[in-house]
């Protein structure tokens, strides 16, 4: 028997709910992001290997937490 995905229980909609904010934080803070990452573009012809899309997603993520972290610094009322 299947769930059907419009018979949400309260639970799986607060999951969506959660999973929705991730990504569109995500996304706010992506241009952020790559600044602090200080990765180049691809030249063109070229496209990345796989070591290096992997180190690329690594300094990404780790600029990710940084861009966030400097949001929630900056966002936090003075003392």
Same mark, same amino acid.
């Given at each position: 028997m299947?769930?059907?995905t419009t018979q949400r229980g309260p639970a799986m909609s607060a999951d969506i709910d959660r999973?929705?904010?991730k990504v569109k934080e995500f996304m706010q803070l992506l241009?952020?992001?790559? =600044? !602090?990452?200080?990765?180049t573009h691809a030249e063109g012809g070229r496209p990345?290997?796989? /070591?290096?899309?992997d180190g690329r997603a690594m =300094? !990404?993520?780790a600029a990710y937490k940084v861009a966030r972290q400097l949001v929630l610094e900056? /966002?936090?009322?003075a003392e």
């Open positions: 299947t769930v059907s999973q929705q904010t241009p952020l992001t790559v =600044a !602090l990452s200080g990765l990345f290997t796989e /070591a290096q899309l =300094a !990404l993520r900056i /966002a936090k009322p």
